[in-house]
């Protein structure tokens, strides 16, 4: 009799390490962001046999986390981390949670000790699951070989429906070395994960009658927009009923910057017109944004007269913050479909557009030009019309980055790359790095500050490895901007340890890096310079000396109403 092989035995066994990549081969997944060291060293050993999916060397584990944010961000595709355990773990955590606070996709794979010796305070061991638990949608750490296909199947699940964010899979180090038949399983059934994407068609209709019957109307667009891929929907929507736009900083490019129904980004740095129309509107109408204290300023005094309609996938969200009127659980993409498949009577608003409109041209961003030094702000100007307002932009965390969201003619989706919920700073070099990975046809500028940019720097080895044409501009004013500015603000202009008059040689050390370096500090020279440096093929560090006083306004102080706006005149 003919001797019939098992399923099993009809399969290749192989390791752990090569089964993991197999599972990453049938996720789709292009590129993989990564650090070695002794726990994960037979993944690595795996990896250099590897054709399809390179790892990006990071020079340091943080910047591997940011780099595949900025992936998964310009992409829309989960980004891929490898770490190895103890240090290179927890040198991870800070990306993990600035994913996890902004929603981006990330599959985050740390090396762990062997089984034996975890819980024994071994070598480079650090409780991984314990650490990550609370900045995680979840975390897992592979005990069987056998379960390790459904693990990387799960987590992919998880990372990347409902409210996307990361997923951590500890892997110790025997779980690469041992072999199995096992294989990837592209089936999913998990009875405690079921996010709910369609909207309740009842709660659709509520929101689209109370809409229709609105004199004030407002609609706040989110990060959720764009997380859902519904920008289009949503300028469909406002097209047909004409009704004016605010937007967080995450929803930066869900509309177009130019329309003049937008009337900017809302909140402790956003524009009068913006402010005020949150705060007397009747009824507001809040899309994949989640009322943080950036946007709601002051939650008790927000909107007191609206009926607030609130569309997020996060049932957590709605009414954490602000209370909703009409709470509406889904999709942003599948409610705003839905909500266009809804027609009802167009609200009549002429009165307060009007009033909008009129805030919106009376009450600009503006800024006083100086011969003196160069401004903040006109950097940002002339670089938006270089790159014809047409760059993915990437920012570290501070002043400028506020600035960038102010004066950068956002105009599609994912446009913006930037640390929002958590701001960290040291975001900016990798995120662009990441981003330009994901998009390499795409043009990325990365403005990034003098105190952000002493944090990541030293992933500006990357650059020529691959070829990487990315332009930084650095605003060096020589101190920490932002801290700067409260501390003059609110602290009677004590500035503690802001200021850092004692700089390397910025030129130098992109000299170190081998890419091309440009100082610009003169203000009659700013536009000229500008342009030969972004005529120049190839990555370049840009270092803008700007105004050391300048400040970001307007500016609500914190705890304050929306409509406390100081630096408004």
Avoid at 160 to 181: C, H, N, S
Avoid at 411 to 433: H, V
Avoid at 510 to 536: C, H, V, W
């Amino acid at each position: 009799m003919e001797k019939v092989e098992t399923k099993a035995q009809q399969r290749e066994k192989m390791s752990g390490a090569k089964l993991l990549l197999d599972c990453l081969h049938k996720q789709g997944v292009e590129i993989i962001f990564g650090y070695p060291g002794g726990s994960v060293l037979p993944l690595y050993d795996a990896l250099y046999d590897e054709t399809t999916i390179p790892n990006i060397l990071t020079r340091h584990e943080q910047g591997a986390v940011h780099a595949a944010e900025g992936y998964a961000k310009a992409t829309g595709k989960p980004g891929v981390v490898i770490v190895t355990s103890g240090p290179g773990a927890t040198n991870a955590v800070t990306g993990i949670a600035d994913a996890m606070s902004d929603s981006v996709p990330l599959i985050v794979i740390t090396g762990q000790v062997t089984t034996p010796g975890i819980g024994k305070d071994a070598f480079q061991e650090a409780d991984v699951l314990g650490i990550t638990l609370p900045i995680t949608k979840n975390n897992y750490q592979v005990r069987d070989i056998e379960e390790l296909p459904k693990i990387v199947h799960e987590a992919f699940h998880i990372a990347t429906t409902g409210r996307k964010g990361p997923v951590v899979i500890d892997l110790p180090k025997d779980m690469t070395v041992l072999e199995a038949y096992a294989e990837c399983d592209n089936v999913v059934h998990l009875e405690s994960y079921q996010p709910n994407t369609v909207p309740s068609k009842m709660q659709i209709e509520r929101l689209m009658k109370q809409f229709s019957k609105a004199k004030k109307p407002v609609i706040l667009a989110g990060g959720g927009v764009v997380a859902a891929d519904g920008s289009e929907e949503f300028r469909e929507l406002i097209e047909r009923y004409q009704v004016p736009v605010v937007s967080s900083l995450l929803g930066l490019g869900v509309f177009p910057h130019e329309h003049e129904l937008f009337l900017g980004m809302g909140g402790m740095h956003g524009t009068f017109a913006a402010n005020m129309a949150m705060m007397e509107t009747d009824f507001l109408l809040s899309i994949g944004c989640r009322f943080d204290d950036r946007i709601a300023t002051n939650p008790e005094a927000f909107a007191k007269d609206a009926v607030i309609a609130h569309i997020d996938i996060d049932p957590v969200e709605i009414g954490k913050i602000i209370p909703t009127d009409i709470p509406i659980v889904g999709d942003a993409k599948i409610a705003l479909q839905q909500m266009l498949d809804k027609k009802v009577e167009k609200p009549e608003c002429s009165e307060w557009l009007a009033l909008c409109a009129e805030r919106k041209a009376k009450y600009p961003l503006q800024y006083t030009d100086s011969n003196e030094t160069i401004k903040p702000q006109k950097v940002i100007e002339i670089v938006a019309d270089i790159t014809e307002g047409e760059s993915f932009v990437v920012t570290d965390v501070g002043q400028h980055q506020m600035w960038v969201a102010q004066f950068y003619p956002f105009r599609f989706p994912k446009q913006l790359i930037t640390s929002g919920g958590l701001g960290t700073m040291g975001y900016g070099i990798p995120a662009g790095i990441g981003a330009k990975f994901g998009e390499k046809d795409r043009s990325v500028v990365v403005f990034v500050g003098d105190g952000g940019f002493q944090m990541t720097n030293q992933e500006l080895a990357i650059l020529n490895i691959y070829n990487l044409d990315i332009k930084f501009v650095l605003m060096n004013n020589h101190s920490l901007g932002m801290v700067r500015q409260w501390q003059e603000r609110f602290f009677n202009e004590r500035r503690s340890q802001s200021v850092m008059d004692d700089q390397p040689d910025f030129m130098k050390l992109a000299e170190a890096y081998g890419i091309s370096g440009m100082k610009i500090s003169e203000p009659g020279k700013l536009d000229e310079q500008l342009r030969e440096a972004f005529a120049t093929e190839g990555p370049m560090l840009i270092e803008v000396i700007v105004d050391n006083r300048e400040q970001v306004l307007p500016m609500i102080p914190a705890g304050q109403p929306n409509d406390h706006m100081l630096g408004v005149e």
